[in-house]
């Protein structure tokens, strides 16, 4: 008997070994094709060209198009066409870092709303270098597993807003000033966002105690490892996959409204700032997609004083990544979150207007 109850220990760390390891396999080649490898070849075009493209939102004229339901069909397809292999990569991790990794590890590093937590949150997201919307799933298997809030928020915005490769095209495409404000604030961001959260939320923080009952009560599930993931892979991909969708079409027709024809030789000032600050905000964009929409305004006469404010506030946040993510927090850190990437979009358009 003493050596069975010796051995099961030692089973249970063995069946976590090869989970975590083939969660590492996943992550690192998921992320080597999905965005390490790509970004890795279009820094060398953004510093030959000094451009990645053109501007999902206009193309490379200055007008969008009308309001319409062809105007929501085309900019999807846009759309996900350039963010179809993230979305399904964090689906996956999403549903993995539920089934694959030890819960008591994620409680111990990111559970608790201390500052540490938050930045250890901000510096995993670095990484990943994904749009808010294609880190959402992940967001949302991490909620699942009771991360702190405020530890979730600072991995969500740091994805989009620390990504290194972006920060690099920004460089080499629209000015090294504007990539030292996207640094600068960005960390601002990211940070300040967490350590508030988690300060002021209503989130119970779980006790050091719960670890080691959650882990238990985890190896009470006897269902294989497959099924499990398989069934946590289809609820979340319902749960935010439809509105993702269905939030997408509606931002994609009213681009125009977001973005409208006018006269941007004239695009300057408190007013410019505080429009496309909140502009940002809700519109939605593939990962870099600030970087030739502000590249093409900025051609037809937009100030840099609103460049700016869209520089740090279309990658941060959006109107469908909130939506997916909204069961999953509660509403006044969202809401705080929205206010705090909007009044970091309008300080770094004082900062480009001096």
């Known amino acids: 008997m003493s050596e069975l109850t010796g051995t099961q220990p030692e089973a249970r760390k063995l069946r976590w070994v090869w989970r975590v390891a083939l969660f590492v396999i996943i992550l690192l080649v998921g992320e080597w094709y999905v965005k390490w490898n790509p970004y890795y070849h279009k820094a060398f075009i953004a510093a030959a060209k000094h451009s990645i493209g053109s501007s999902i939102v206009s193309g490379k ?3 969008a198009p009308a309001v319409s339901l062809a105007a929501a069909w085309h900019y999807a397809v846009k759309y996900f066409q350039a963010v179809w292999q993230a979305v399904i990569l964090g689906v ?12 008591d590890w994620i409680l111990r590093t990111l ?3 201390s500052a540490k937590s938050v930045v250890t949150a901000g510096a995993l997201s670095v990484p990943g270098m994904m749009c808010t919307c ?31 490769a972006t920060i690099v095209f920004i460089g080499f495409v629209l000015g090294w000033q504007f990539a030292l404000v996207r640094v600068v604030l960005g960390l601002i961001l990211v940070l300040g966002v ?11 923080e779980v ?9 238990k009560a985890t190896e009470l599930d006897q269902r294989p490892v497959w099924n499990r993931f398989f069934t946590l892979l289809g609820r979340l991909t319902l749960s935010v996959v439809p509105v993702y969708i269905l939030m997408v079409l509606v931002v994609g027709a009213l681009r125009s409204w977001f973005f409208p024809a006018i006269d941007f030789g004239h695009a300057q000032g408190p007013l410019w700032i505080l429009g496309l600050a909140l502009a940002g905000a809700i519109f939605v964009i593939p990962t870099a997609g600030e970087v030739p929409i502000i590249q093409t305004m900025m051609h037809y006469g937009l100030g840099t004083g609103p460049a700016f404010a869209l520089l740090m506030t279309l990658p941060a ?13 509660p509403k006044r850190a969202l809401l705080f979150t929205a206010a705090a990437t909007c009044v970091v979009g309008v300080a770094a358009g004082l900062i480009g207007s001096i």
């Open 61 to 63: 004229g200055d007008v």
């Open 92 to 103: 996956v991790v999403g549903a993995g870092v539920q089934v694959l990794i030890p819960r």
């Open 111 to 113: 559970g608790s709303r």
């Open 134 to 164: 294609c880190s959402a799933p992940i967001v949302v298997g991490l909620r699942k597993q009771n991360v702190a809030a405020g530890s979730a928020l600072a991995f969500w915005l740091g994805n989009p807003v620390l990504n290194p």
């Open 194 to 204: 967490g350590l508030f959260v988690n300060r002021f939320s209503a989130d119970r």
């Open 207 to 215: 006790p050091e105690s719960a670890h080691i009952a959650v882990a």
């Open 317 to 329: 946040i959006s109107a469908p990544s909130t939506a997916m993510v909204w069961k999953r927090f």
